[in-house]
């Protein structure tokens, strides 16, 4: 069965410190793959796995003053409490380094920042249940 997360239910934290109005999170990881073929052959044999990383993408209504206060070659942690009533699945991206900032805010609209960074590694723990 899938588990269900909710975006009001969620949070968000730099180290220790929360992150306030997180509008989405979106994360990949990417592993650089080879075929690997036979002499004289077009079918694949085999594939070799290669380095990977992870790209991340935090959007955050108007701006984050914790994000903001991050150098350029400062590495941390971020982790991700993606909740729905009694269930949490915890996330945690390592190592991470900002690379880009983007701002934008439209006629009538409220401000909205994208942050991207990449991480060294991502740690998904399965759905936790609360204690009943």
């Given at each position: 069965?899938?588990?269900?997360?909710?975006?009001?239910?969620?949070?968000?934290?730099?180290?220790?410190?929360?992150?306030?109005?997180?509008?989405?999170?979106?994360?990949?990881?990417?592993?650089?793959?080879?075929?690997?073929?036979?002499?004289?052959?077009?079918?694949?044999?085999?594939?070799?796995?290669?380095?990977?990383?992870?790209?991340?993408?935090?959007?955050?209504?108007?701006?984050?003053?914790?994000?903001?206060?991050?150098?350029?070659?400062?590495?941390?942690?971020?982790?991700?409490?993606?909740?729905?009533?009694?269930s949490t699945i915890e996330?945690?991206?390592?190592?991470?380094?900002?690379?880009?900032?983007?701002?934008?805010?439209?006629?009538?609209?409220v401000g909205v920042t994208?942050?991207?960074?990449?991480?060294?590694?991502?740690?998904?723990?399965?759905?936790?249940?609360?204690?009943?």
């Open positions: 069965m899938a588990t269900i997360v909710a975006a009001a239910e969620s949070q968000v934290q730099v180290g220790k410190d929360p992150v306030e109005g997180v509008q989405s999170i979106e994360y990949r990881t990417v592993r650089s793959r080879s075929n690997v073929y036979g002499i004289g052959s077009t079918e694949r044999l085999d594939v070799v796995a290669g380095p990977s990383s992870v790209e991340v993408c935090l959007t955050v209504a108007s701006t984050s003053p914790r994000l903001n206060a991050i150098g350029p070659d400062e590495r941390f942690d971020l982790t991700a409490a993606l909740s729905h009533g009694g996330v945690g991206f390592h190592e991470c380094v900002l690379e880009e900032k983007n701002f934008a805010i439209s006629v009538g609209g994208v942050y991207r960074f990449t991480a060294a590694r991502v740690d998904e723990k399965p759905p936790a249940t609360a204690a009943k």
